[in-house]
């Protein structure tokens, strides 16, 4: 990690679960973190919670990644204040539970909202800070293995993942997408999905509460691990699961 030392991480829902103990992690290591997410408030209490001397090197704002004008005029507020972008994690994530023939149009589409449109326009505004400063950045974004397959419901409950899964699908071929045209642009910067199983976070429906999960620094673990990896490496998948899951 020591190359990214002072350099700039942004993390999108960073209140809670993940995007919160990354945050943690990478102050640690030295980077410069900013924390995104709705509640100002918890990210307000996350950097109480560092130790003194690290509090300064987390910087938080308060954005939701399904308002346009609200990412345009953070990612502008970040680069003015700090000078650019180095680091994109892309784990704001929504999961409302119900039955896609069933749910209200405008709950589908504030997911859709939150897991495609806003993981697009945050990258857009990285990527542009990476491009045009020629550094050897990277974006990481947080899918899922419901981005890979899809599991039946467990014996007497209803599916209630909905629209959920197809957007994690979409990150799936954003991840390709996003390779090949940073290859094309002819840019160091690398894209790498990270897609666990279960995660102990608040989204996970009550009916999942009982399966194995994943904590949230096992996800951040992972995370870790592919910033650390060489320049001339890039994990383009990684795939995370709890030991006895059932899917």
Not at 65 to 84: H, P, Q, S, Y
Not at 97 to 122: A, F
Not at 132 to 145: A, E
Not at 190 to 203: A, C, H, N, Q, Y
Request: glycine share 6%; proline share 4%; aromatic share 4%.
């Amino acid at each position: 990690m020591e190359r990214w030392q002072n350099r700039v991480a942004v993390v999108t829902g960073a209140s809670s679960g993940i995007g919160a103990e990354l945050a943690r992690r990478l102050v640690s290591a030295g980077v410069i973190v900013v924390a995104l997410a709705r509640r100002l408030d918890r990210l307000e209490q996350l950097r109480r919670e560092l130790p003194e001397e690290q509090q300064s090197q987390l910087h938080i704002y308060q954005c939701d990644v399904t308002d346009i004008e609200a990412v345009n005029a953070t990612f502008e507020a970040i680069i003015e204040e700090l000078g650019g972008i180095d680091i994109l994690v892309n784990n704001a994530g929504k999961l409302s539970g119900g039955q896609l023939l069933t749910l209200s149009l405008d709950t589908v589409q504030q997911v859709l909202q939150t897991n495609v449109m806003g993981v697009v326009s945050c990258t857009q505004r990285a990527f542009a800070s990476m491009r045009q400063r020629q550094v050897t950045g990277h974006v990481v974004l947080i899918n899922s293995i419901v981005g890979h397959y899809l599991f039946n419901p467990l014996p007497g409950s209803q599916q209630e993942l909905n629209i959920y899964p197809a957007t994690k699908h979409a990150v799936t071929a954003l991840t390709e997408l996003f390779r090949q045209e940073m290859r094309d642009f002819k840019t160091q910067v690398k894209v790498t999905s990270i897609s666990p199983g279960l995660v102990d976070t608040e989204i996970v429906p009550q009916a999942y509460k009982s399966l194995p999960m994943l904590r949230a620094e096992d996800v951040a673990n992972a995370i870790m691990y592919v910033l650390a990896t060489p320049e001339h490496v890039q994990v383009h998948e990684l795939t995370i699961k709890p030991m006895g899951e059932p899917f």
